[in-house]
């Protein structure tokens, strides 16, 4: 029976050529278009770190003095000062505690051929690889010790390795970093968390560190750091700021394997609080936060509000889209009012109809998400080419993929539903007798 | 025309005519909205900068390792580059209006001991700015050479809080001045940054803009007279006639690298190409919104087009009977264009207000203005048109059906 239905389908499109390829048209540009920012929208809002963002929380406190607080309005500072950060590192009350900020370095390659350039560089504590599970091609990353005794050593990415080395093993290798020798201990592997939620003052897509250094270190050979400062009070500004300044620089994780832990390490940053507060420091009551990864995401609203805004009008296309075909597809059905009315008065059943026309309507669908998969490529084809910064980002994934078929089949059925049980409505009596 | 005929007839067809209806006011009410974003976003990328555009190119090099001695070399460099043909003026800037990067901003207060301050600014550090970037004063002066004072120096005053060492004076932007002392003079009055830092007001450019955060007030900058360097993250800018631009980007590097060969250029690009830049999101929505609009209302036209034809279609005989009873072509012909100026009347009125509840839920999640009356009629000029000049190709069509069909039985 489907396969008569199916011929049927075919015959009654092949009748009405232009119009079947407008309905056709009207549901493959609906598609399309919500398919390719739905498709933007799902890379730049996924999780960076499956598995393990969880686990990952980012702690918040509020050392600013009393001026401006609103109780209950203020909110704790995006960052951490130096001071804070090391007590909180030192503290080890989490699992595992990563205290890290961004720079840039000069790297000198000792190959002559390649000029003197800048890399993204993060001066981080040693837990970063364990706590965010980097992978290594090459080596290993540094332990708590080489933090303590500042020793120079570096791990690089494997794109900076391909750079410099060929991608060979480079482990063990000196690189020059900002007029000072290095050692390499390890090679990253595969490794882009997307969005950069560790470090959310630079850019947040597409955009990681070659170059991996002890923060201790860092500070030692005087590395330039690159983000955000804030300060308050009589805090002086500048890129990178005094470690005694009343600024905030760093970005301080932490690993918490369960809601407990959670909860108890946010006691621990309110009794933090009092404690920095009574010993004069702090002078707001305390204020504090405790997100994980997603939560963190969330707060920082990281989805640019354009790739929103062109979701909905997507969505908005395909709305018109899809009621532009809804339309036409019942003009249609109800012109073959007279045809459909002897099918009935011939023994048809209204049920029997209804399936006729479901599959025709059917068809148009199928078709029409096809051509809508085709345009969603053309569609993030063309977001790659847009200057934004996570423009590199828009592929499709097989979830998306198969996203776009169900919503394909689903808006074209959602289409013939209604034309398809209106049309079934036809008196055969009064059909018979007119003309 | 009688319009009662035409109701009677959509009447039979309600459930087609309510879904054309709802197709026009959908695309009536996104093309509203749509044309009121790109209104916006172009009026963002036309914002005013203040500044010479066409004549400043920048320069921002790094140092590989710790730079020996920032301040010497910075006049070492200055020097070098005024003698460079066709430089006019060069200077030393932090920061550029409409740039992405960092920018230094802090709270302006009219009293020391305010809680809040009265309104956030950027502040534009670095010698020699005002003609460097052709900003252009209304009233008072430049700074003095006296009036400068060296970073490292105001940080540590900062500190220690001695105020001595900190810049005593600033230059505003008319806009700024008419938000902190509407109908006063603003020379001569003193705003304070913390409750250390006390700034009398010697300048007032015509318009300055600041690097970012715009939505805190894009003229909402001052400048402080600090001496800076490379080494503080500033950039060297060079005022040169627009068609020499590259010409002495070219020669700059050369010279720089030529003076102190352990730098890497970070930035070396004309202001053009970072205003492009900094407003390319911009530029891709408002194209993004036009290639919608365009792509709605084509949809929605081919949509008429579509439905029109099908009731001519169906209409063939009733129409062939009407001119068989002495209807002119122009009776058919002015039935259709009425039928479709009907319901393309109900779906815009329908439409604004879906226009207006859309206009509330961008007003509540984006930081968007109330969408102005004047939008609504370009929405629903353009739909009637559209709808009109579908609609005139099938009705044609009805209108050359011939008298004697009306004797014929299908």
């Known amino acids: 029976m489907f396969g008569y239905y199916f011929d049927l389908a075919l015959r009654s499109l092949a009748r009405n050529k232009v119009l079947t390829a407008l309905m056709v048209l009207a549901i493959a540009l609906g598609i399309g278009a919500s398919m390719t920012t739905l498709t933007v929208l799902h890379v730049l809002s996924g999780d960076p770190l499956p598995g393990r963002s969880g686990t990952l929380y980012y702690p918040q406190i509020d050392p600013q003095d009393s001026r401006g607080y609103l109780p209950g309005k203020s909110k704790p500072m995006d960052q951490v000062t130096w001071i804070d950060g090391m007590n909180l590192l030192q503290a080890k009350r989490a699992d ?3 205290l890290m900020t961004g720079g840039d370095v000069a790297v000198q390659p000792g190959n002559s051929t390649l000029d003197p350039f800048y890399e993204d560089a993060r001066y981080t504590t040693a837990d970063f690889f364990t706590m965010f599970g980097v992978p290594f091609q090459y080596g290993h990353a540094w332990g708590a010790a080489e933090d303590e005794a500042h020793e120079r050593v570096a791990v690089i990415s494997s794109r900076l390795n391909d750079k410099l080395f060929g991608g060979g093993d480079s482990t063990g290798k000196a690189l020059r970093l900002d007029g000072t020798d290095f050692r390499i201990v390890g090679v990253t592997g595969d490794w882009s968390p997307n969005p950069n939620f560790y470090d959310l003052n630079r850019k947040s897509y ?41 600024c905030v620089w760093l970005q301080f994780w932490v690993q918490l394997d369960s809601p407990a832990k959670a909860a108890a390490y946010k006691t621990f940053l309110v009794h933090y609080s009092e404690q920095q507060k009574a010993l004069g420091r702090f002078q707001r009551p305390p204020n504090v936060e405790l997100r994980n990864v997603m939560q963190w995401l969330d707060y920082n609203q990281v989805v640019p509000d354009d790739v929103r805004l062109q979701t909905w009008l997507a969505l908005g296309f395909l709305l018109v889209c899809l009621v532009n075909t809804v339309g036409l597809m019942l003009a249609k059905f109800l012109r073959r009012a007279s045809e459909l009315g002897v099918r009935r008065a011939l023994g048809a059943s209204k049920k029997a109809l209804f399936a006729q026309l479901l599959v025709e309507s059917g068809v148009v669908g199928l078709v029409g998400g096809m051509g809508g998969l085709l345009l969603a490529f053309i569609g993030l084809w063309l977001v790659r080419r847009q200057p934004a910064s996570y423009a590199a980002l828009a592929h ?4 998306m993929l198969f996203t776009t078929f169900l919503l394909a089949l689903g808006a074209s059925l959602l289409a013939g539903l209604l034309p398809a049980w209106r049309a079934c409505q036809v008196a055969p009596a009064l059909q018979l007798k007119s003309n | 025309m009688e319009l009662r005929p035409i109701l009677s007839t959509l009447r039979r067809h309600k459930v087609t005519a309510c879904l054309l209806i709802l197709e026009i006011a959908l695309t009536c009410a996104i093309v509203c909205n749509a044309v009121f974003l790109i209104g916006q976003r172009l009026q963002r990328m036309d914002m005013p900068s203040g500044i010479a555009e066409h004549e400043l190119v920048q320069i921002q090099l790094g140092h590989i390792g710790k730079s020996p001695d920032a301040k010497a070399q910075t006049e070492t460099d200055l020097a070098a ?23 230094s901003n802090s709270g302006l207060m009219l009293d020391p001991h305010q809680q809040q301050p009265t309104v956030n600014v950027s502040q534009y550090m670095g010698q020699n700015i005002l003609p460097t970037l052709g900003v252009r004063l209304v009233a008072g002066r430049d700074f003095g050479p006296g009036e400068y004072v060296d970073l490292d120096t105001a940080m540590a005053a900062l500190k220690t809080g001695d105020t001595k060492g900190l810049p005593q004076t600033m230059i505003v932007t008319r806009a700024l001045a008419e938000r902190m002392w509407p109908g006063k003079d603003p020379l001569g009055q003193t705003a304070y940054v913390g409750k250390d830092i006390a700034l009398r007001v010697i300048g007032v450019v015509a318009s300055l803009a600041r690097p970012n955060m715009l ?128 319901l393309a009347t109900f779906g815009i009125v329908l439409g604004m207000a879906l226009a207006y509840g859309i206009n509330l839920f961008l007003m509540t999640h984006y930081e968007l203005p109330r969408l102005p ?19 005139l190709g099938p009705a ?11 004797t014929r039985s299908v």
Not at chain 2, 81 to 95: C, P, T
Not at chain 2, 261 to 288: C, H, L, Q, W
Not at chain 2, 310 to 321: E, S
Request: hydrophobic share 45%; glycine share 10%; aromatic share 8%.
């Open chain 1, 206 to 246: 597409d955009e990681n560190e070659g170059v991996f250094v002890p923060l201790s270190t860092s500070q030692d050979v005087g590395m330039v750091h690159d983000g955000s400062v804030d300060c308050w009070g009589n805090g002086g500004g500048g890129n990178t700021p005094d470690h005694n300044a009343p």
């Open chain 2, 215 to 342: 939505r805190m007030g894009p003229q909402y900058s001052v400048m402080w007279p600090i001496h800076m360097t490379l080494a503080d993250g500033a950039s060297y800018v060079l005022r040169t006639a627009p068609q020499d631009r590259e010409a002495v980007i070219k020669a700059a590097v050369a010279k720089l690298k030529q003076l102190d060969p352990n730098r890497v250029v970070v930035t070396k690009r004309t202001y053009d190409e970072a205003r492009r830049e900094f407003f390319a999101s911009d530029r891709a929505m408002a194209g993004i919104l036009v290639g919608v609009i365009v792509a709605l209302l084509t949809v929605t036209a081919l949509g008429i087009v579509g439905l029109a034809s099908f009731w001519v279609g169906q209409r063939r005989r009733t129409i062939g009977v009407r001119r068989a009873l002495g209807a002119t072509r122009g009776d058919i012909l002015r039935y259709f264009q009425t039928e479709n100026f009907l």
């Open chain 2, 81 to 103: 580059l005024r003698q460079i043909a066709g430089v006019r003026q060069v200077g030393v800037v932090e920061e550029l209006p409409f740039s992405y990067g960092g920018s």
């Open chain 1, 396 to 399: 499709l994934d097989p979830a």
């Open chain 1, 96 to 98: 595992r505690q990563a």
């Open chain 2, 373 to 391: 009356g004047i939008y609504f009629p370009v929405g629903a000029l353009a739909l009637w048109a559209i709808g009109q000049l579908a609609v």
């Open chain 2, 396 to 406: 044609l069509r009805a209108a050359a059906v011939p008298p004697v069909v009306a």
